[in-house]
């Protein structure tokens, strides 16, 4: 996933909520075949980059076998709490836990989709804009191997 352009994605709003995203991204994977995953983590940092209004943002991760999978509600697998936004300035947030259990099987295949969503609430009258830049991200994958 390549820093500072996966996660890139407008997102603007007026008074309420909305939401944006990336467009869904491939990524190749060795493919673990027959292998169990036993568990996803992943770690990384993220700039939200606010132009003009203020609000919250929040981001969302969403994974899936192909690219339209990833705009299925099943296909959130991780969620960073909102983050207070006002003016023009740069709020840095860091990306960290483990993955929804139901992702795990993704990392078995060739290759799996992820887009990234921002979403936000505008508390004012002026335009929340900006945008959300995926600085950096790091999955650890730990598989079993099955023998037999």
Do not use: C
């Not at 820093?3 to 709003?13: D, E, L, M, T």
């Not at 060739?110 to 979403?119: I, K």
């Amino acid at each position: 996933m390549a820093p500072g352009h996966a996660g890139r994605g407008p997102r603007g709003g007026t008074p309420g909520d909305t939401s944006a995203s990336n467009t869904p991204q491939r990524v190749n994977l060795p493919g673990a075949g027959a292998s169990i995953v036993d568990s996803v983590k992943l770690f990384g940092t993220l700039d939200i980059v606010n132009a003009s209004g203020s609000g919250t943002i929040a981001t969302q991760l969403f994974l899936a076998a192909d690219s339209a999978g990833t705009y299925n509600p099943s296909a959130l697998v991780f969620s960073v709490l909102p983050k207070s936004v006002s003016g023009t300035s740069t709020v840095a947030d860091t990306i960290q836990g483990k993955l929804n259990t139901g992702a795990k099987s993704l990392f078995t295949k060739s290759e799996l989709w992820f887009r990234l969503v921002a979403g936000g609430t505008n508390s004012g009258l002026t335009l929340l804009q900006g945008k959300m830049v995926l600085t950096s991200l790091q999955l650890t994958v730990v598989i079993t191997d099955k023998l037999f």
